[in-house]
């Protein structure tokens, strides 16, 4: 099971969409936008991304219509990280490609999120270690804070798994670098923690230089209605 320099996020928005009843109207909808970065076309980022040399492993399990928002970055993680797989959340029906992803060998998986809002905090844990047979997995609970929530409480395939959980420090210290902003992090900028956490440095700086380019144009396309300045 791999899905190396595939974007899964833009994979499983088009299964979504293929199985969908009803067409899905994010806010912006009709703006002519890039199938592959969902930005404007006159702001498109997709020229110049880079993917990272990168020996841990992502995994987006994506709440409900996660997938169809332009504003979602998951995306952009599956961009930057190779080997990367993304999921559509379900509390008692999960896909069982996940379930087999999470029981695969080559992997040590571990959810991400704060400690604060983890009920055994014997599964919290603050550093990512390397073992010698199998690469980290992260997942990330990807969605509005409160439903990320209610998914890291109502799904009990996660349970066993370890908690990873950036620091105030660390937190800190990215808010002051780059995202000065009080409201939650994305999932990309969670992401761009947790990456330089486990030393994956290349990963950590792309990620970066894409999200940051994604946000400027993003606004630049919702400011001017997707028009070019």
């Known amino acids: 099971m791999t899905n190396r320099f595939t974007n899964s996020v833009l994979t499983l928005r088009a299964q979504q969409v293929s199985e969908s009843r009803r067409e899905f109207n994010a806010r912006g909808g009709k703006m002519d936008r890039c199938e592959q970065c969902l930005i404007a076309k006159h702001y498109c980022i997709c020229d110049g991304v880079e993917q990272a040399q990168c020996d841990a492993a ?8 996660e997938s169809f928002k332009p504003s979602n970055t998951g995306r ?29 060998p080559r992997y040590q998986p571990m959810v991400i999120f704060p400690a604060t809002d983890v009920e055994d905090t014997s599964r919290v844990i603050t550093e990512v270690t390397h073992g010698e047979s199998k690469r980290p997995l992260f997942i990330f609970l990807d969605g509005t804070w409160r439903e990320a929530k209610k998914m890291i409480r109502k799904s009990p395939y996660l349970d066993s798994l370890p908690v990873l959980s950036i620091t105030a420090d660390k937190l800190s210290d990215y808010r002051l670098r780059v995202a000065p902003h009080a409201h939650q992090l994305g ?7 947790v990456l330089a956490l486990a030393g994956e440095s290349d990963a950590a700086t792309k990620l970066e230089t894409h999200f940051m380019k994604f946000r400027d144009a993003y606004l630049l396309g919702k400011r001017n209605k997707g028009q070019p300045l």
């Open 76 to 104: 952009l993680i599956a961009e930057i990280v190779p080997d990367n797989y993304a999921f559509r959340w379900d509390r008692t029906d999960p896909d069982p490609n996940l379930l087999a992803l999470l029981n695969d």
């Open 58 to 65: 992502v995994c987006m399990l994506m709440y409900h219509n």
């Open 187 to 193: 999932t990309a900028e969670v992401a761009i923690m």
